[in-house]
Structures are given as C-alpha cells and as structure tokens.
C-alpha cells in the first residue's frame, strides 16, 4: 500500500531518523528540480529530525511514538517539539502525495468519481485547492482531508506547523507544502503558479485512494 511507510513513519520511535523520498531526487524534473530537494528533504526536512532528537532525549516523549508525541506535544503546548516533531510527518506525506505524471492531468478513474462525490467538477476541486494554498497568509499547508462524519472530501488549510493528523474526524489524503522553502527555488515568488502546476501535475492518485479506503 502506497501509505504503508506513512504508517509506519507514524510508529517510529526515538531516535528518529530522515524518511527516505519515495522517488529518485531528479524524477520530478522540471516542475521540481533536484537542487529544490536537495535543500527540501535533506537539509529542511533533515533539520526537523535532528533537533526533535535533541529535544525529546532524555525526556517522558522520548519512549512515544512520532504520532503519540505529535498528539501530545500539542495538548501539552510544547511548540519547539510539535513544531518539529508534526514537520516530520506532514513533509513525508508530501513527498507520497508528489508523483511523476500525476496530477490533474493525469487522474485516475477512482480518484475523478470519489471527487465528483464532493465537489461539482474536477475543475471546482482544483480551483478550490489552489485558493486553499494561495490564501494561505504565510507559511503552511493546503490539505485535502475526508471528514469521518460526513463521508466527504473537503479542503482545508493550516498554519506554519499545524497538522489535521490531530483531529480525530479529520484523515489526511493530500497535502501541499506552501512554505516558500518548498518553491522559491523553481518558482521563486511565485506561488499561485507552484500550486498550479502541483494540483495539474503532481498529485499521487494511488495514494490519494489508499488513503480514502483507511
């Protein structure tokens, strides 16, 4: 299952160390470039993983779960190891919600009829998403989510760090990075045109399935 390291990633318990890409570092060339992740992944998303080691060492969170401590981080207000610690986490589930000739452009049948189940076209959904990470003011997250109580799809945004990993009526399905770090060496300031390009091209249908099925 493509959200299988997700799952286990959510398991992992100290010391934690950089979840791998799940494709070659030049794959996704030209819409990102390897230079982009070689500054993404190894140093952005490597730096969360050594300081939530240095913070939790020796501590009551260091015997958790990353999923546990992300939990708890944040009902304890310890911002230093959520922040870290849920950077871990929803930046592993960027690189699985990215894939080569996915995208929009590309979608698979499943993934059309699931989206037209909660949104009028494929067109609305795509706009909506854009606007999601465009409008986000500062750094943060667009998110595709599925609401356990309604059954639907819905499309949300969050701050800096924040996660719906923590909300129990909400299960994660996509998400796209809007911190400037995730774009500014490909697309410079350009934001709207990074999430077009992601929404048309990027997107994994097949995690984005295995993930509605939880």
């Known amino acids: 299952m493509p959200n299988a390291s ?70 304890d207000s310890k911002a230093a190891i959520f922040n870290n610690a849920a950077q871990i986490w929803n930046h ?7 894939q080569k000739n996915g995208g929009t452009k590309h979608i698979s049948s499943p993934a059309k009829k699931l989206i037209e189940n909660s949104f009028t ?6 706009a909506k998403l854009i606007d999601a990470g465009t409008t986000q003011f500062g750094s943060g997250w667009a998110w595709v989510v599925l609401n356990k109580k309604t059954g639907g799809l819905e499309i949300t945004k969050t701050g800096n760090a924040q996660t719906p990993l923590t909300n129990k009526n909400l299960v994660p399905v996509i998400t796209i990075d809007v911190w400037e770090h995730a ?14 390009t992601f929404v048309e091209e990027l997107i994994n249908w097949n995690f984005f399935e295995a993930n509605i099925q939880h």
Do not use: C
């Open 183 to 196: 774009y500014y060496i490909d697309y410079r300031n350009k934001r709207p045109d990074y999430l077009k």
């Open 92 to 98: 592993a589930f960027l690189w699985h919600s990215m």
């Open 121 to 126: 076209t494929i067109e609305e959904f795509q």
């Open 6 to 75: 997700i799952k286990s990633l959510e398991n992992a318990k100290f010391p934690f160390s950089l979840p791998e890409l799940p494709f070659s570092d030049d794959s996704l060339s030209p819409i990102l470039t390897k230079e982009s992740f070689d500054f993404h992944h190894k140093k952005h998303h490597n730096a969360y993983v050594v300081k939530l080691n240095e913070l939790v060492e020796g501590m009551e969170y260091q015997v958790l779960t990353l999923k546990e401590i992300i939990v708890k981080s944040e009902a």
